[in-house]
Every structure is written in structure tokens, then in C-alpha cells.
């Protein structure tokens, strides 16, 4: 079992910054993929930004290419979001994604809402 604990979402006006946190425990190891998806009121969940642990390959949706970065701390099993130049359509639940060994965990969610 993997647990996925995600922390730093909150209130921004447009223009802000927010870093997300995503800290994997449990049987952590083997974690081959780490992502953060987002969902926003009446929206289907969509993957945001992608870190493959093999090469530290990274991939962006189109929407946030540029603005957002994910990046991985290997020592605290941490991956991080930085969102730059939040948009209120970044108001969304944001949830972790880790794929071990074929299965898919995923965190509670964390509120970013972009607002003035």
C-alpha cells in the first residue's frame, strides 16, 4: 500500500503562486510514476502534469505548459507542483497520483481556488 498525503493548496489571486506537496509512505518503494491531476466543478478529472521516475521524464497539459512545474524530492519521496501565473480557470480539486507495481493510489485532494 502506498499513502499519498497532499498539502499546499488555498486561496491565490490571479496572477499568484501555490507549490502543491504530495508525500508518498507506506510502501513507497517501486513507485515508477507520480502525477497531478485536477478536477473542477462539472469537469471530468484531467492529468496535469506528469513525472516518470525512469529518466525523470516529464510531461505538461497544454493548459499549464510553462506556468506549472513538477519536480521530485527522491530523499522525502516528495513530488512537488509549482503553479506561477494562476489563472481562475486553475480552480480545480487537485489530487497525486502513484502508480507501483501496476496499481494507482491516489491522495484526498486539495483545494486551489484563483480568485480576487
Known amino acids: 500500500q502506498v499513502q499519498l498525503v497532499e498539502s499546499g493548496g488555498g486561496l491565490v489571486q490571479p496572477g499568484g503562486s501555490l507549490r502543491l506537496s504530495c508525500a508518498a509512505s507506506?510502501?513507497?518503494?517501486?513507485?515508477?510514476?507520480m502525477g497531478w491531476y485536477r478536477q473542477a466543478p462539472g469537469k471530468q478529472r484531467e492529468l496535469v502534469a506528469a513525472y516518470y521516475y525512469s529518466g525523470g521524464r516529464t510531461n505538461y497539459a497544454e493548459s499549464v505548459k510553462g506556468r506549472f512545474t513538477i519536480s521530485r524530492d527522491g530523499a522525502k519521496n516528495t513530488v512537488f507542483l509549482q503553479m506561477n501565473s494562476l489563472k481562475p480557470e486553475d480552480t480545480a480539486v487537485y489530487y497525486c497520483?502513484?502508480?507501483?507495481?501496476?496499481?494507482?493510489?491516489w491522495g484526498q485532494g486539495t483545494q486551489v481556488t484563483v480568485s480576487s
Open positions: 507506506g510502501t513507497s518503494f517501486s513507485i515508477t510514476f
Open positions: 497520483q502513484a502508480v507501483r507495481s501496476g496499481y494507482v493510489y
